[in-house]
């Protein structure tokens, strides 16, 4: 199994990017994918993850209403929409699977995804 995120880079405050998360190896059709996200100096925090068999989605409070995460199965590809970008969302952003769940349904717990990607820079600044 491999996850390869895409998409990083530098953004102003108030502005937009957005990640992928290229998946391949699967044996199993359906698993959810979480992104997370680690800050110099801070804990790794689960912001968002969706389910690629119902499309379920959850976001963390401090993402909520600014990114969007969406998937496309022909693509195995999952993608973070985040708009209205602050100086605090700069950080090392990893796409995860949990290879080994139901499928159904996901989690931003980290302790349930098995597969990580390499991360991609996002740095939001003026």
């Known amino acids: 199994v491999q996850l390869v995120e895409s998409g990083g880079g530098l953004a102003q405050p108030g502005g937009s990017l957005r990640l992928s998360c290229a998946a391949s190896?699967?044996?199993?059709?359906?698993?959810?994918i979480g992104w997370f996200r680690q800050a110099p100096g801070k804990e790794r925090e689960g912001i968002s993850c969706?389910?690629?068999?119902?499309?379920?989605?959850v976001y963390a409070d401090s993402v909520k209403g600014r990114f969007t995460i969406s998937r496309d199965n022909a693509k195995n590809t999952v993608y973070l929409e985040m708009n209205s970008l602050k100086l605090e969302d700069t950080a090392v952003y990893y796409c995860?699977?949990?290879?080994?769940?139901?499928?159904?349904?996901?989690?931003?717990?980290?302790?349930?995804?098995?597969?990580w990607g390499q991360g991609t820079q996002v740095t939001v600044s003026s």
């Open positions: 190896g699967f044996t199993r059709k359906y698993y959810a």
């Open positions: 995860a699977a949990d290879s080994l769940g139901s499928g159904y349904g996901c989690s931003t717990g980290d302790y349930v995804y098995d597969y």
């Open positions: 969706i389910s690629t068999s119902d499309g379920l989605t």
